[in-house]
């Protein structure tokens, strides 16, 4: 693997080196949601977008650390080029960080893909950063014309291919999935630093193990069950650091969510946008109908919702820092059918509110 070497500005600490115990970074993440308008009709995906570019604002507005957008090729989802989107948030934002959440490398270009996240931290001074991922939707093989039957082998070579590019030195590299490459260098290269670069994983070890083996930093969507859970693979995964003699990197999860100013009102405010796109994907892949039954049990403080007040949010995520001991923890706000007013109400409510109480308890249980 390329690693940066102790002379390389990656090396030091940097954009995904620890943040320590009494501290955890708070990010958003959405998909960009299709809404709807009151007759029922969808929001058009073009508005949508529009909306994205105000709720990344008033992310960056609040004090936020990272606005992410995942890719997706469906009609309940309006982003499909988080690059596009990123660089004109960039040009209304001055802190924010900004990454997809995730770029499904299996069905790209992995040098396309750094090229356009080189220029989205040109543009954005530096506040660029990368989450791959094989993403949890097929559609992006049939569209692009690639077979499920390499669904393996496309994102093993192209992860492969990534971290020689990201090195940002002549680029040496052979496989299966595409001609080799000899000796050609990419541009444009970042100015200071590598291009930071996380990998999503779903939660399986082998996924784990391929993310330390690059010394990647790592972040575990957690959409369901508990939280506390996923203790064993954030364990295996800083060991497998250890072992390749990487430097630890940042552990982050994601996980859906909602706030208002009570508990009641955010759980019943989110309930039915949950429900209905939990159902239609649960449909699609064989699922059980949900129910209330289930949803309450993934508001509880240990469940993987984390729906509810500022004060019951910010205790889950004091939590979560607490049983998994994660550096950063991104928030996927945008669930369905939320309107956008809802939306931005949560993301105020999550810089203004949430973030402060949580600095709160994280400084007291580390008896600051």
């Not at 080196?17 to 998909?31: C, S």
């Not at 040496?172 to 001609?179: K, L, Q, T, V």
């Not at 991104?330 to 309107?339: F, I, Q, R, V």
Request: net charge negative.
């Amino acid at each position: 693997m390329n690693t940066p070497t102790a002379a390389d500005p990656a090396s030091k600490a940097g954009p995904t080196a620890p943040v320590g115990p009494d501290r955890i970074l708070l990010g958003l993440n959405t998909f960009g949601d299709v809404g709807v308008f009151p007759d029922g009709h969808p929001v058009p995906h073009a508005q949508v977008l529009r909306q994205l570019l105000e709720q990344a604002e008033l992310a960056d507005g609040v004090g936020l650390h990272a606005f992410g957008v995942g890719e997706h090729h469906r009609r309940d989802f309006a982003v499909s080029a988080p690059e596009v989107l990123l660089a004109a948030v960039a040009a209304r934002t001055r802190n924010i960080r900004l990454g997809s959440a995730v770029t499904v490398l299996s069905s790209d270009d992995p040098i396309r893909v750094f090229q356009r996240f080189a220029t989205v931290d040109a543009v954005s001074e530096g506040r660029a950063e990368v989450m791959l991922g094989r993403g949890s939707f097929i559609e992006s093989f049939p569209l692009f014309g690639l077979d499920l039957a390499d669904y393996e082998v496309l994102f093993e070579e192209k992860l492969e291919l990534f971290d020689k590019v990201r090195a940002q030195k002549p680029v040496h590299w052979e496989g299966r999935s595409r001609p080799a490459i000899n000796g050609l260098s990419v541009y444009p290269p970042l100015e200071h630093h590598l291009l930071p670069a996380w990998i999503g994983v779903g939660g399986t070890p082998e996924s784990v193990l391929r993310c330390a083996e690059y010394g990647y930093p790592i972040i575990f969507a957690i959409i369901g069950g508990q939280p506390r859970s996923f203790g064993p693979l954030a364990n295996l995964y800083r060991e497998a650091m250890a072992k390749y003699g990487h430097p630890l990197q940042q552990v982050a999860t994601h996980s859906p969510g909602h706030i208002a100013a009570t508990d009641e009102e955010a759980r019943e405010e989110f309930f039915p946008h949950w429900l209905a796109q939990r159902n239609r994907i649960g449909a699609e892949r064989g699922w059980g109908p949900g129910n209330r039954e289930e949803y309450d049990a993934m508001c509880t403080p240990e469940g993987a919702l984390y729906v509810g007040s500022p004060e019951t949010v910010a205790a889950k995520i004091a939590l979560l820092k607490k049983n998994l001991a994660v550096d950063r923890f991104d928030l996927k706000y945008s669930s369905g059918t939320l309107p956008h007013a809802a939306m931005m109400r949560s993301i105020e409510l999550f810089g203004t509110d949430v973030a402060p109480r949580v600095a709160a308890l994280l400084a007291k249980a580390a008896g600051n």
